[in-house]
């Protein structure tokens, strides 16, 4: 079993391009199922949390491929630019 705080100290790479995405900010949780549905990252260029806009990108938990000890690959064909979420 893994630990929600020990997911948030993972890096998000994109399997399509390499890409690193970042750290997990937050998780969306569907209370209803009990479930986690996607994994909320900061938008690029913020540091900390500190500079740049309050966008996020939002990975479906579906797109996620491989949760390892270092790294949480994703499956995302593109960064969408000004939207809150990845294109699927």
């Known amino acids: 079993m893994v ?3 020990e997911l948030r100290t993972r890096e998000i790479v994109n399997v399509v391009d390499g890409r690193r ?3 997990i900010k937050d998780i969306d949780i569907d209370m209803e199922q009990g ?3 996607a994994l909320i990252l900061p938008a690029p260029g913020r540091v900390l949390g500190f500079l ?4 996020e990108f939002v990975v479906p ?4 491929v491989k949760i390892g000890m270092d790294v949480i690959l994703v499956e995302v064909n593109a960064v969408a630019g000004n939207r809150r979420d990845l294109i699927r």
């Open 61 to 64: 938990w579906d797109k996620i």
């Open 21 to 23: 995405l970042g750290v």
């Open 35 to 37: 479930k986690i549905s």
């Open 3 to 5: 630990k929600v705080s």
């Open 52 to 55: 740049g806009r309050e966008e």
